[in-house]
């Protein structure tokens, strides 16, 4: 009999309150694990998205296309040069005396200080001890040309005149029946090259 009651009273005797308590503890974790999480809304939408692909027009005329066919993009030189040689050789010949020195002085002054220069643009006369003195003037403006030769023809003056009423005298130019004959057609006059009798020095 003792051994009985030994064995019975080593075990753990629970209260109800103890139960109660523990029965509560496993009931609470249990609604713990499964509370649902707040809803978050998704911005991502199923529209159907939509490309659109521009491109440049292709007939509008680039910057470079209207440049080059407005003006000539290059000058090209027809004729640059002075006065022709032999009329200071034939000044200074007759230099010698006093009734033509003033002559001989006006044509050493051409052969230093003057120069012509003709090309696909303009008319350029330069004159002056440095160049100083420069007259420009275009082939637009050219209303009529004609042409005098000096000594036997070798050489002449070209006297240009333009719209407006003001004259152009060249003197000396060499190779002067081409450089009037191409004034006027750059000019785009019509009207042959008027030229005068063969004149002095």
């Known amino acids: 009999m003792a051994s009985t009651s030994a064995t019975t009273s080593s075990a753990p005797i629970l209260s109800p309150a103890t139960t109660h308590t523990t029965h509560h ?12 999480l707040p809803f978050v809304p998704s911005y991502r939408t199923n529209r ?6 521009v491109s440049s027009p292709t007939n509008k005329p ?5 440049k080059s066919t407005s003006t000539p993009t290059e000058e090209t030189i027809f004729f640059d040069g002075g006065a022709h040689y032999g009329d200071l050789v034939a000044n200074l010949l007759l230099g010698f005396t006093l009734l033509w ?23 350029t006369v330069i004159s002056g001890l440095t160049g100083q003195d420069r007259s420009d003037f275009s082939y637009k403006v050219i209303k009529d040309v004609q042409v005098v030769p000096r000594f036997v023809g070798e050489w002449g003056d070209i006297v240009i005149t333009l ?10 130019v060499p190779k002067f029946r081409e450089i009037a004959q191409y ?14 009798k063969p004149k002095g020095f």
């Open 101 to 123: 020195l003033p002559l001989t002085l006006a044509a050493v002054s051409r052969a230093l200080f003057l120069r012509y220069r003709f090309t696909n643009l303009r008319v």
């Open 62 to 66: 680039t910057a470079t296309t209207s």
């Open 48 to 53: 159907p998205h939509t490309k659109l692909h």
């Open 183 to 196: 004034c006027l057609s750059m000019a785009g006059e019509t009207a042959g090259l008027k030229e005068s």
């Open 163 to 172: 719209k407006d009423g003001t004259k152009v005298d060249l003197r000396s």
């Open 25 to 36: 503890s496993l009931q609470f974790s249990t609604k713990l694990s499964f509370t649902k």
